[in-house]
């Protein structure tokens, strides 16, 4: 019998310690007096009848052992009353909203949330705001108005990018709670929106580029027409000098039958062709090729006069355009600096520009290497440095050599 009523002693006490922990259930999540009072009368009568019971073990009491059927009952009564009080407890929790379930809740949020009062101190902070810190500054957030500080560096709302590709929208509130001032710090995923920006930015430079060669092909298109233009031009002062020869020749020859009106009208149109007249704006040096520039969009800072030989100028033209063509292309520049500078045997000249260095050695393929041979051919010199920007200096004679200038040069620069 004692060892039955040390068994029900121990059933009765974990019955209280149950009791016990409604109690305390009570007390921090729902905080009701009605159910605070009721468990903690519970656990008094199982104190008081573990109590009894211990007594008799202790001083064997035969009132008890003569009932043991009472003992019984009311164990499984108690014990009965206690899985009520934790199922109860359970249903309360699960049905009731709690400081606890605001948490778990804000944990499961996609947004960062981050509530902290002045001095950094935190209120509130959701488990994707401390990955994020932690990602960013290697630890979670400690000082809430450091990190605010180091997340908006610049004004506006700033977009920051993580080692793993993600990228987050950080916004900052500034409100009130119980008469203080409390700040409200968001990261909201941008990862797909900002992806898309950069794929957007990178297809507006392609268009940019593609805009650049299309300006370039329509600049080409005109110099082909002014060519042919001139071109006609010269076809027609070439016919009108062989017809105004031929008349003349015919004059010479036989007088009597020659038109001498028609003959000194075509006299003086063309020695009024020849008359040198007022230079137009697009007869200027380098004409084409400044305004080549221009087109594509490259300002050409230039200091110094050009040469004015048809030779010289022709060449210069080139190299202006090859230079304007490079700054475009390769330095991604958008402005061409041109030295030129008149010496004792002819004229130095210094192409530079605004772009990005050289990563490597220049290598004088395509356009460098036929502006090469066309300087070396009227006898002048072209030095190309990559270091410590891109450099390219010319050294002109004053005048084209005689034998380039009559057209017997044989130099191959294709």
């Known amino acids: 019998m ?12 974990l019955c209280c310690f149950a009791f016990f922990l409604t109690l305390i259930i009570h007390l921090l999540w729902d905080g009701r007096r009605s159910r605070i009072l009721r468990s903690a009368a519970e656990m008094l009568v199982l104190l008081v009848l573990t109590q009894i019971l211990m007594d008799h073990i202790k001083y064997h009491n035969r009132a008890f052992i003569e009932k043991p059927a009472v003992l019984l009952l009311t164990s499984i009564v108690m014990t009965g009353i206690a899985a009520l009080e934790m199922q109860s407890c359970i249903r309360a929790r699960r049905r009731s909203l709690s400081l606890m379930s605001v948490k778990e809740c804000m944990d499961e949020l996609p947004v960062g949330i981050c509530f902290y009062w002045d001095g950094g101190l935190t209120k509130l902070t959701n488990r994707r705001m401390n990955s994020i810190a932690c990602k960013l500054t290697g630890s979670g957030i400690m000082d809430a108005e450091r990190f605010q500080r180091t997340v908006f560096s610049d004004e506006g709302a700033p977009v920051v990018c993580l080692e ?6 950080f916004e900052h509130r500034v409100n009130a709670l119980d008469g203080r001032t409390i700040h409200e710090l968001l990261a909201f995923d941008v990862t797909q929106e900002y992806r898309l920006t950069e794929e957007l930015r990178e297809k507006q430079k392609e268009v940019q ?12 298109i005109q110099y082909i027409i002014m060519d042919k233009e001139t071109l006609h031009i010269k076809m027609h002062i070439h016919d009108s000098f062989g017809e105004m020869l031929l008349m003349t020749k015919h004059f010479l020859a036989d007088p009597e039958n020659t038109d001498t009106q028609e003959m ?16 137009e704006h697009w007869q200027e040096p380098c004409f084409f090729s400044l305004t080549h520039a221009d087109s594509l969009g490259i300002r050409i800072e230039m200091n110094g006069e050009l040469p004015e ?18 700054v475009l292309r390769h330095a991604e520049g958008d402005t061409a600096y041109i030295s030129i500078e008149k010496t004792a045997d002819g004229y130095l000249m210094r192409f530079t520009s605004n772009g990005r260095l050289p990563s490597a ?6 356009g460098l290497a036929n502006l090469r041979c066309r300087i070396e051919a009227i006898g002048g010199t072209m030095t190309i440095n990559s270091t410590p920007q891109f450099e390219m200096i010319l050294h002109l004679p004053e005048k084209a050599q005689e034998e380039y200038r009559n057209g017997i040069q044989g130099t191959d620069c294709r």
């Open 2 to 13: 004692d060892n039955i009523l040390g068994g029900l002693t121990l059933w009765l006490l």
């Open 164 to 169: 793993d590709g993600s990228a987050y929208s």
């Open 264 to 279: 000194l009208s075509l006299w003086r149109r063309n020695i009024a062709l020849l008359k040198d007249e007022e230079r």
């Open 309 to 326: 030989d048809e030779i010289l100028s022709s060449v210069v033209d080139s190299a202006i355009t090859v230079h304007v063509t490079n």
């Open 209 to 220: 580029k593609i805009n650049k060669r299309l300006k370039a092909l329509s600049a080409a």
């Open 361 to 366: 050695p220049v290598k004088e393929t395509g």
